[in-house]
């Protein structure tokens, strides 16, 4: 491992690479491990182009994973929650009914969220095995074609993932994609962060900042009622950074819907959706260990994990309870086919996608 000398331990196991190599779909997953020269290390498998670790250094020096995950392939193959540390796609976040209208055509994605699809649908980019490239030590790009009709979606889909460590200890993940049809699109990554470390309890005293005015309030169903509200007077207004208990248990219908926590978009004021800006931040007073997020997207879904159940066993042989962990997902808006009024994620033939998100780590001493 390459850690600098003023790392003075290590509290976290890292993944073992001959436990990620198994043949599935007659293609062989494994783990790919970026470095870069400030001590930080960033796990990755091409079992759904994910997130495995980040290992960043705390206040105290100290090595700490904040991503949560597993030890082996076979323990994500049998994960309760589905989605860790996974590219999210064809369309990440949910589709009313599983139904949209493209170009006066209907489409229609098999529900696996209630009536609705969420996340690509059963078989969506998190389930597969992509083909990789490393291209440096500190660089890795994962492939995946996804053919006309796959889960619903029209077109086939050449789609790539690039994730590329920095000496800033900044995570750069890049999406393209091109297809020979129209069709929709909305990557994104569900990586389930933990500034304390994995495995060490809930975020609720994490302090996050969102550079927005705006969110996308959501019915029962969590699918977006159409309206943009502000985030003024409610719970949903991190514009000044606040801890994750100050408001999440109040009495509120919109933190209900969102499974009794915050589970919803918000709306990334304008000015800031060029990637190369602060859009949101995370902090833990404990490690200070310090997230911020850039991205080219109009919206990121802010998550409590308020689905973790307790049945995922993760690194370090703890159980992930509801809200051990956060996610950051930079996307479009929720059920943006259905919603006229909502940024297009409409990809035409022949044109290709672009979307850009940075994680940027430092330490607050």
């Known amino acids: 491992m390459l850690i600098k000398e003023k790392i003075k331990m290590v509290h976290y196991t890292l993944p073992i690479l001959n436990n990620f190599k198994k043949k599935q779909k007659n293609k062989s997953t494994a783990l790919i491990i970026l470095k870069n020269n ?26 700490t994973d904040v991503v949560l995950g597993f030890n082996s392939i076979d323990k994500y193959f049998a994960a309760d929650e589905i989605y860790h540390g996974a590219t999210i796609g064809r369309y990440g976040n949910r ?7 493209l170009n006066y055509t209907a489409y229609s994605i098999a529900p696996n969220n209630g009536c609705n699809a969420l996340h690509g649908g059963k078989t969506g980019f998190h389930s597969q095995i992509w083909d990789r490239r490393l291209n440096n030590p ?11 009709g796959e ?4 077109g086939t889909l050449n789609t790539s993932v690039s994730y590329l460590l920095t000496d800033n200890n900044e995570i750069e993940i890049s999406y393209q994609a091109t297809t020979d049809k129209d069709t929709i699109i909305n990557l994104t990554n569900h990586a389930y962060f933990n500034l304390d470390g994995e495995g060490k309890g809930d ?21 977006p009622t159409g309206q943009i509200s502000t985030v003024a007077d409610t719970p949903f207004d991190f514009r000044k950074a606040k801890v994750i208990v100050k408001d999440i248990f109040k009495k509120d219908t919109q933190l209900e819907s969102g499974g009794g926590g915050y589970d919803h978009t918000f709306v990334i004021m304008p000015n800031l959706c060029d990637g190369k800006q602060v859009v949101a931040t995370a902090y833990s007073n404990k490690s200070g260990i310090k997230l911020e997020v850039l991205t080219t997207e109009p919206g990121i879904q802010f998550y409590t994990g308020n689905a973790l159940t307790g049945k995922d066993i993760g ?28 940024p297009s994620t409409h990809l035409k033939a022949n044109e290709t996608y672009k979307s850009q998100t940075t994680y940027r780590f430092d330490v607050i001493k």
């Not at 589709?95 to 209208?101: A, C, K, L, M, W």
């Not at 975020?203 to 699918?223: A, M």
């Not at 703890?318 to 909502?342: G, I, L, M, R, V």
């Open 38 to 63: 400030r001590g930080m290390q960033v796990a990755l498998t091409n079992y759904g182009a994910r997130i495995v670790s980040i290992i960043v250094p705390d206040k105290n020096g100290v090595s």
């Open 95 to 101: 589709i009313s009914n599983g139904r949209f209208i």
């Open 138 to 148: 500190n660089q890795v790009t994962f492939y995946y074609v996804s053919p006309d």
């Open 151 to 154: 889960e619903g979606f029209p």
């Open 203 to 223: 975020v609720l005293d994490h302090i996050v900042e969102l550079k927005s005015d705006h969110y996308i309030p959501i019915n029962d169903q969590q699918i």
């Open 315 to 342: 690194k370090t042989g703890a159980h992930y309870f509801k809200q051990h962990a956060f996610c950051f997902e930079t996307q479009h808006f929720p059920d943006s086919p259905n919603h006229p009024n909502f």
